[in-house]
């Protein structure tokens, strides 16, 4: 049987983190922004990618050709959220 394919979008955020670490019967790819480099592991795939912009995910979209996509990005700072409430 096949794993499905499964991209996770804040994969470096507490949830989606969690969610990395129960899954065990899908390939997953973890999208991510940051001033690091993720190493990937035996259940998953890091692609360094802004999931704001469209050329980007439509890339990683066309490589990964995941099956579900479970969006768990986020700005975790309030104040950074309430001074760019329109990006």
Do not use: W
Not at 6 to 30: M, P, V, Y
Not at 33 to 38: E, F, L, S, V, W
Not at 63 to 85: F, M, W
């Amino acid at each position: 049987m096949e794993k499905s394919k499964i991209l996770i979008t804040g994969g470096t955020g507490l949830l989606g983190k969690a969610l990395i670490e129960t899954s065990r019967c899908a390939d997953i790819g973890a999208v991510y922004i940051g001033a690091y480099d993720m190493q990937d592991g035996k259940y998953v795939s890091y692609h360094k990618a802004d999931i704001c912009k469209k050329d980007e995910m439509r890339s990683l979209f066309d490589k990964a050709r995941p099956q579900v996509v479970i969006h768990t990005a986020g700005a975790a700072s309030v104040d950074y959220c309430e001074r760019n409430y329109d990006v």
